[in-house]
Every structure is written in C-alpha cells, then in structure tokens.
T-cell receptor, first 114, second 112 residues
C-alpha cells in the first residue's frame, strides 16, 4: 500500500495564480483532512471530509476549496494564491472518525507564493 | 487562543537524560493523540490515550492522560539521538465535532 500520497512535493506560485494540491489514499479511508503547518503555529485544520460527497470547514478555510467525489481523492484548491498561503500542506486520512482512529499523514506539499 | 498548549516549545538535551513534555488545555477531550514528526515528513502516530488517568508505555516513552482529560504528558527515559523530532499532541473533543486540534509542538534535540 502506498498510504497517503500528496502531489506535488514542491510548488512555487505567483500571487493570484490558482492551483490544486492532490491527495490520494489507497486504504479505503472514509475520513480525510487538510492541514497547513507554519513555523510556531503547529498544524491547523483547513477542511475535512467524513465521506464521499461530504465536506466541511476547519479552523482556517478562507481561500481554499475542497471536494470529495470519490473515497480515494481529496484535492485542495487555491483559487487565487496569496503570500499568506505560503506554507507546508499535509493531507491526512483515517478509516473513520473516532477516538481510536489514527490519522495517516502524507509527506506534505511545500508551497511558496511570491 | 490555542486550545492545546504544549510546553516547552524547544528542548535540547544530552543523550541519556530524561525529559517530560506537557500538553495542557482548559477543555475536556474525549481522547488525546501524540505524534512525532521528522524533517520533511508527515507526523506519525505514537499513541492514543482515551481514559482519564490512563498511562501507556512505548519502550522508553511513557504517556499519561490527566484524570480530568484536560491534559497529557510524554516522558522519555534515557533519551537517544533517534528521539530527536517534533512532538505534537492532538485532541478530539468528541461527539459530532469531526476535528482534531493540534498543539504547536515541542521540538526535541538529543545531542550525542
């Protein structure tokens, strides 16, 4: 199993450009989520999904869109990139939502907005 | 306001020393998870604590969940350079709140 795969690993954008960060998991996990990690800020939840067709906002959703058309994929879209969105983005998944469900993380996408 | 406060933020010790990392909150959590993250990688789960007062051991690492389920600690005995990394606690407030809240992390460096 590949686990959680994030692409690309690195990306540089100009302010105002759009892009999609890809996340795919092959573990048949129902719960998927996106976090951003900034120095000194820990991991902050952007959006999450409890299953195909169901998404909701996390702590810092502004400037980001998500959709979940399949169980496997959970892409994160930046519609108009801003320098404040420079960060490392992590996708995570778990079999379901619950106290004993470990989150499996990808290796991240390092995004710079100029 | 950070829901989960971790301390210390940075810790640099010598090989063989003991250390404790704390994760505190004013809120009750149905569970707390501890993750370790190495440079260039995503966090990896170490342990989940669910019951107030629970103690779990993972080799030289001991995890404790407070009786009131508002705080947790991670104690490492005889630290080794391989323990170096960012330690993160994450809490689940339960019910239909499908969100995991992370602390800011403790960056541990163990020097040989």
């Amino acid at each position: 199993n590949a686990g959680v795969t994030q692409t690309p690993k690195f990306q540089v954008l100009k302010t105002g450009q759009s892009m999609t960060l890809q996340c795919a998991q092959d573990m048949n996990h129902e719960y998927m989520s996106w976090y951003r990690q900034d120095p000194g800020m820990g991991l902050r939840l952007i959006h999450y999904s409890v299953g195909a067709g169901i998404t909701d906002q996390g702590e810092v959703p502004n400037g980001y869109n998500v959709s979940r058309s399949t169980t496997e994929d959970f892409p994160l879209r930046l519609l108009s990139a801003a320098p404040s969105q420079t960060s490392v983005y992590f996708c995570a998944s778990s079999y379901s939502w619950g106290s004993n469900q470990p989150q499996h993380f990808g290796d991240g996408t390092r995004l710079s907005i100029l | 306001t950070q829901l989960l406060e971790q301390s210390p933020q940075f810790l640099s010790i010598q090989e063989g020393e003991n250390l404790t990392v704390y994760c505190n909150s004013s809120s009750v959590f149905s569970s707390l998870q501890w993750y370790r993250q190495e440079p260039g990688e995503g966090p990896v789960l170490l342990v989940t604590v669910v019951t107030g007062g629970e103690v779990k051991k993972l080799k030289r690492l001991t995890f404790q969940f407070g009786d009131a389920r508002k705080d947790s600690s991670l104690h490492i005995t005889a630290a080794q350079p391989g323990d170096t990394g960012l330690y993160l606690c994450a809490g689940d407030q339960g019910g239909s709140n499908y969100k995991l809240t992370f602390g800011k992390g403790t960056l541990l460096t163990v020097n040989p």
